[in-house]
């Protein structure tokens, strides 16, 4: 699936990139991600918004975190 998305990875903090990284490999719940990067669910559910504000990554219906 090709994105028109100009994202420049390099615009993004450290945390933030380790999510979208995570992501990458397809849609996840928050738990999953915590655990994958071992911090806390109310740091990453704030990276997440984050991530959603800017428009790079979308939450589907099952509440999981996907590339947008």
Excluded: H, M, W
């Excluded at 420049?8 to 397809?26: F, M, P, W």
């Amino acid at each position: 699936k090709k994105t028109t998305c100009s994202l420049d990875l390099q615009d993004l903090s450290k945390e933030e990139l380790a999510v979208y990284n995570s992501i990458l490999a397809g849609p996840k719940l928050i738990e999953e991600i915590t655990g994958e990067l071992g911090r806390g669910v109310a740091e990453l559910s704030s990276i997440c918004s984050l991530l959603e504000l800017k428009g790079i990554i979308i939450r589907n219906e099952r509440g999981e975190f996907l590339i947008n």
